[in-house]
């Protein structure tokens, strides 16, 4: 995301500590006189992972090979795309079901915010597939949480998963879907499938 500031308008936000972020620019003079043109940087996205590991993550996937890795494992060969993720973007985490393996999404396990990646890596090295799979659930606790919302930033959800939601069902989980991206700000949900 690339802003063009024209005429050197003061720019303000509500939301978090994306105003600091102009704030910095603000105190280094961008736009030094009425009128003229300031281009800045792109601001890091937002990346939100909303990772499945209820109990079918535990299925081994089929290789060819007498020792093939679960999908879970398979999955965890991800790190480093998301120690990747951690160098340039604002990268969060969401497993679900929670730890319990019921319906209930009561937390995001790692916020969004810069140099996550590690505490997202080690969320999910010590997590393991069992339970349902509450997507709709999942969904709506990132709609309520609401820091997909940023206007000054792109905003993107991931999800990984390899099952179809097994608590409210489909209809809900299409209806939470429908929701976050009919949001005033832009937001890009992209579907990596494990089957």
């Not at 939301?15 to 280094?28: I, Q």
């Not at 499945?52 to 398979?74: A, F, K, L, N, Q």
């Not at 079901?97 to 916020?111: A, H, M, N, T």
């Not at 206007?151 to 069902?169: E, H, Q």
């Amino acid at each position: 995301m690339l802003f063009l500031l024209l005429g050197c308008t003061p720019i303000t936000a509500e939301t978090g500590d994306t105003a600091d972020v102009f704030d910095d620019y603000e105190a280094l003079g961008v736009c030094p006189d009425p009128g003229g043109v300031a281009y800045l940087p792109p601001v890091p996205p937002n990346v939100m992972l909303m990772v499945d590991r209820s109990g079918s993550m535990d299925t081994t996937v089929e290789c060819g090979s007498s020792s093939c890795p679960t999908r879970w494992e398979t999955l965890m060969g991800l790190t480093p795309i998301v120690e990747a993720l951690g160098a340039s973007t604002r990268a969060g985490l969401t497993a679900f079901p929670d730890q319990d393996g019921e319906c209930e999404v009561s937390r995001i396990e790692v916020p969004l915010g810069e140099g996550t990646a590690p505490a997202i890596l080690q969320e999910l090295s010590t997590s393991s597939p069992r339970g349902f799979t509450p997507v709709a659930e999942t969904l709506n606790l990132l709609y309520r949480e609401g820091r997909l919302q940023d206007p000054y930033r792109d905003n993107v959800l991931v999800l990984l998963s390899d099952g179809l939601p097994t608590c409210s069902g489909e209809e809900a989980a299409i209806d939470a879907v429908d929701r976050l991206t009919h949001l005033d700000e832009p937001l890009a949900f992209h579907v990596i499938s494990f089957a």
